[in-house]
């Protein structure tokens, strides 16, 4: 059962940047891409980095520690594609200007 949260309103992401919130004690970094928020796990595998933080550039988000990339859509590791490596992704809705997570969601879930 879906358990959406209210975490940030529209005017607050910018492209190019993310934005880190914490739900449910989990952080969570948001995306805007081609006008759609995106949610993904706040830490990089690779060495915890806040990926909140990284530069965004045609949905690809840089880990400013290491510039380890990951997309914003997929949570997958455009480095190396044919890896499983990836970032935990979050359903998001957008309700008029809020932007709602379903934190409980993982990509496993049916």
């Known amino acids: 059962m879906p358990n959406f949260i209210k975490v940030a309103t529209f005017d607050q992401l910018k492209p190019q940047t993310g934005l880190t919130v914490e739900v449910e004690g989990r952080l969570i970094a948001l995306f805007l891409h081609e006008g759609k928020p995106y949610a993904i796990d706040e830490h990089c595998p690779h060495a915890g980095g806040p990926l909140g933080a990284g530069f965004v550039i045609d949905g690809t988000v840089m880990c400013p520690w290491h510039g380890w990339r990951f997309s914003v859509v997929d949570g997958s ?13 979050y359903k998001v809705e957008q309700q008029g200007d809020d932007i709602l997570i379903d934190a409980y969601w993982t990509p496993d879930a049916t």
């Open 77 to 89: 590791w455009v480095d190396a594609p044919r890896s499983k490596l990836c970032v935990e992704c």
